[in-house]
């Protein structure tokens, strides 16, 4: 069993920091996620059960929104002081937000993961 179970006050923004590190949300150091996406059932450094986690579509929404909000503004701002050439503003832009994407998906699912795991959400806290 775990030593971060009990009913102690979590606080959040460390949690939701060691969660975008990847890491667990409890002991800091265990790998959070294997391989890409997939959660660890549970932590192997401090045995913190994992498999609680409610994250489903909010890293995909907060992907989309980040990468939006920061590359259209950047989009315009390369269009209309550069006038690069239509195919050259798609492939870079294009190239950018993938990158973008694939790097904040697994850091933001973490980061939620980690606010669940605070806030004791989904099974993270108190047994009923």
Known sequence: MSNCTGDEEREVWPAIIKGWRRKC??????PLLRGYLTVTPVCPVCREELFHHRADDGP????????????????????????????????????GCVALSLYLLPRLKGAMIGFQWARMLHGFGRSS
């Open 60 to 95: 995909a929404y907060l992907t989309i929104l980040f990468v939006g909000h920061l590359m259209a503004p950047l989009l315009l701002f390369v269009f209309e002081t550069w006038r690069p050439e239509p195919m050259v503003l798609f492939t870079i832009f294009t190239v």
């Open 25 to 30: 949300p409890c002991c800091g150091s265990g």
